[in-house]
């Protein structure tokens, strides 16, 4: 069966997948402030190297999002996903 979406609604699920994405950072952030300096420093720096490769996949789905949902919209010059 093929499911023919349009880019709009694709960008809408990577919107929704950056939402999930945005929830499991908050319970890691919760998780890490439960540490409150605790001896437990390995398990500190293992939520923060999670929180990090979480925020890289945020911004990744963010930025997807929006360039499939304004993808036919006029723009001026060449649009590049994830220009440096």
């Known amino acids: 069966m093929v499911n023919n ?3 709009r609604e694709l960008g ?3 919107e929704a997948a950056a939402s ?4 499991r950072i908050a319970k890691k952030r919760g998780e ?3 540490l409150n300096n605790s001896i437990c420093s390995n398990e500190a720096y293992e939520l923060k190297s999670e929180l990090s490769v979480l ?6 789905a963010r930025e997807i999002a929006e360039y499939l949902k304004s993808y036919y ?3 001026t010059g060449r649009r590049e996903l994830f220009d440096n």
């Open 12 to 14: 809408e699920e990577y």
């Open 73 to 75: 919209e006029p723009h």
């Open 20 to 23: 999930r994405v945005k929830e």
């Open 55 to 60: 925020y890289r996949e945020y911004r990744e």
């Open 32 to 34: 890490l402030r439960a």
């Open 5 to 7: 979406k349009t880019m």
